[in-house]
């Protein structure tokens, strides 16, 4: 893929770690959720709650990012996605850049569906028996194999000097911090305002 420069050279970018502690901390806040969704197999056993629950992080992430210019970890941790431009990015790129977290989530929407179809799923109600049904689940490769795209799309963050993963190249989009560009633009007005008071002292 072509190289992107976004124009603005005094830019920073969001490190690896950064943006992880910002994905961590998206992810405390879906705990409730993700709690719902792991006692859904084994106790309430819901179709539809299955396809509910990975629905509201495929809407979570792109409508944040498209809308805020950030999740609420991305917020927390002063990062902003933003386009070539450094303006807000579409709902298009933001989709785009979801590309490697819909993955990992619809093969383990998909893997669920299996579960439902096994036969002695409806009967389990302990965790054991619920593991033994899931040992005796296909699509289990599929699941590491989406995840394995999704931790190389992220580690690419460490070998990319604007520290863009390869959703983020994908979507032409980067991740800044937005709290040292602040900082640095109040600096260069500060230094501007003093610049003109000494014009009109010598005045």
Request: net charge neutral; charged share 20%.
């Amino acid at each position: 893929m072509m190289d992107q420069t976004p124009p603005n050279s005094t830019i920073v970018y969001a490190t690896f770690m950064q943006r992880i502690y910002a994905f961590i901390i998206d992810c405390l806040v879906f705990i409730p959720i993700t709690a719902l969704g792991n006692l859904n197999p084994i106790s309430i056993k819901s179709l539809a709650l299955s396809i509910a629950i990975p629905a509201i992080w495929w809407i979570y992430k792109p409508v944040m990012e498209w809308k805020y210019g950030a999740t609420l970890g991305k917020m927390a941790l002063k990062i902003r996605v933003v386009d070539e431009e450094l303006k807000a990015i579409t709902l298009n790129q933001a989709a785009l850049r979801f590309l490697p977290y819909f993955a990992v989530s619809l093969s383990l929407l998909f893997t669920t569906f299996s579960l439902f179809g096994l036969d002695g799923f409806y009967e389990a109600y302990t965790l054991e028996t619920f593991q033994l049904l899931e040992q005796d689940n296909s699509r289990v490769d599929t699941v590491q194999l989406t995840v394995f795209f999704f931790i190389f799309s992220c580690s690419s963050i460490m070998l990319d000097k604007k520290r863009q993963a390869v959703h983020d190249r994908f979507s032409q989009t980067y991740c800044i911090i937005t709290k040292k560009q602040d900082s640095s633009t109040s600096k260069n007005t500060s230094k501007s305002n003093n610049e003109d008071e000494d014009v009109l002292d010598s005045n």
